[in-house]
Structure formats: structure tokens, C-alpha cells
T-cell receptor
Framework: KAGVTQTPRYLIKTRGQQVTLSCSPISGHRSVSWYQQTPGQGLQFLFEYFSETQRNKGNFPGRFSGRQFSNSRSEMNVSTLELGDSALYLC?????????????FGPGTRLTVT | SQQGEEDPQALSIQEGENATMNCSYK?????LQWYRQNSGRGLVHLIL?????REKHSGRLRVTLDTSKKSSSLLITASRAADTASYFCATDARETSGSRLTFGEGTQLTVNP
């Protein structure tokens, strides 16, 4: 079974631009979650999508948004990029959500904002 | 701030020794999971322990959970150089629906050959 894939793996953007990251979950998984990892704040939850609906949302500004498609693939978008958005963005998929199910993480997208 | 706190922040041992990492959390949980991360890569799931379980084993890994103390420990026995990585605990809070893991700050484990 193929693992979670994320594209692109690396991205360099300038302040003020917007970016879209993509995540393809493991086949059959309906829950996709996104996390931001930075040296200062560690791993922080962004949001979770389940069956095309946002089910949970973390404490991030509205510049961070996401969506999920009918095939469970998910995208997250960050508008008006700031230097502090530089981070490793990880997505994770699971059958139904972390409640009793393990999360499978992708390799991440390394975003650098200059 | 992170719900979980891990102790120690860094641990350096020799190959063959055991490594113990501790995690504390603040709220009631459904389950607690441990993950490994190699140098800025994705997280690899190691083990999940439910709130009604006290101990779980998987190969060289042993996890304990004490919900009264809101703490967990991960023991890696007979460590290998390949175990060098960051280890994170993550909790799934009881009051949330769906998936929302809260991660600890992590323990950086270095196993010297």
C-alpha cells in the first residue's frame, strides 16, 4: 500500500505570496490532518478534514485554509505569506481519525519564506 | 503551548543500552501515541496506548501509561545507532471529536556506536 504523499517537498516563496500544498492519503483513509512544525513552536495542529468537511481546527489565523476532495486528497493554502510561516508542513491520514487509529504521516513539505 | 512535556529534552547513550523517555500531559485523553522523527522528516508511528491500558509492548519498545499522573514513558531496549532520532508523544484529548493530536516537545535521542 502506498504511503502518504506530499507535494511539493520543498518550496521557496517570498513574503506576501500565497502557497498551496497537496497531500494524498493512504488509499481508504478518510481523515487527513495538517500540522506545522517549527523549531520554536514544535508540532502544532492546523486542521483536520473528514469526508470533505473540516472537523477540527487549530489556533491559526484565517490565512491558513484547507479543503478535501471526494477522493480524500487534501490541499492547504496559506495566503499573504509571512516569514514566520517558514516551517515543515506535515499531513497525516488515518482511517477515521486519531481516536483509536494510528496516524500515518507524509514526508512533509519544507516551506521557506524569504 | 504544547500540552505534552517530554523529559529529557536530549538523551545520549551507547549502543546496547536502554533508553527511557517520559511524557506528561494535562487533559483527559482517549489515547496516547509515540512517534519517531528522523532529522526533519515525516513522523513514524511507533505505538498507540489507549486510556484504559497501562502497558503495551512492540518489539524492543515498551510503553506505560499512568492516567492518574497524566504521564507516559517509552522504553527502548538494546538500543541501536539506527534508533537515533527525535521521539514525540502525542495525545488525543477526550473532549475533542475526530482527530486532533497534541504533541510534546520531543526528546532527541542519540545512540552512539
Amino acid at each position: 500500500k502506498a504511503g502518504v504523499t506530499q507535494t511539493p517537498r520543498y518550496l521557496i516563496k517570498t513574503r506576501g505570496q500565497q502557497v498551496t500544498l497537496s497531500c494524498s492519503p493512504i488509499s481508504g483513509h478518510r481523515s487527513v490532518s495538517w500540522y506545522q512544525q517549527t523549531p520554536g513552536q514544535g508540532l502544532q495542529f492546523l486542521f483536520e478534514y473528514f469526508s470533505e468537511t473540516q472537523r477540527n481546527k487549530g489556533n491559526f489565523p484565517g490565512r491558513f485554509s484547507g479543503r478535501q476532495f471526494s477522493n480524500s486528497r487534501s490541499e492547504m493554502n496559506v495566503s499573504t505569506l509571512e516569514l514566520g510561516d517558514s516551517a515543515l508542513y506535515l499531513c497525516a491520514s488515518s482511517l477515521e481519525g486519531s481516536r483509536g487509529y494510528e496516524q500515518y504521516f507524509g514526508p512533509g513539505t519544507r516551506l521557506t519564506v524569504t | 503551548s504544547q500540552q505534552g512535556e517530554e523529559d529529557p529534552q536530549a538523551l545520549s547513550i551507547q549502543e546496547g543500552e536502554n533508553a527511557t523517555m517520559n511524557c506528561s500531559y494535562k487533559t483527559s485523553i482517549n489515547n496516547l501515541q509515540w512517534y519517531r522523527q528522523n532529522s526533519g522528516r515525516g513522523l513514524v508511528h511507533l505505538i498507540l496506548i489507549r486510556s484504559n491500558e497501562r502497558e503495551k509492548h512492540s518489539g524492543r519498545l515498551r510503553v506505560t501509561l499512568d492516567t492518574s499522573k497524566k504521564s507516559s514513558s517509552l522504553l527502548i531496549t538494546a538500543s541501536r545507532a539506527a534508533d537515533t532520532a527525535s521521539y514525540f508523544c502525542a495525545t488525543d484529548a477526550r473532549e475533542t471529536s475526530g482527530s486532533r493530536l497534541t504533541f510534546g516537545e520531543g526528546t532527541q535521542l542519540t545512540v552512539n556506536p
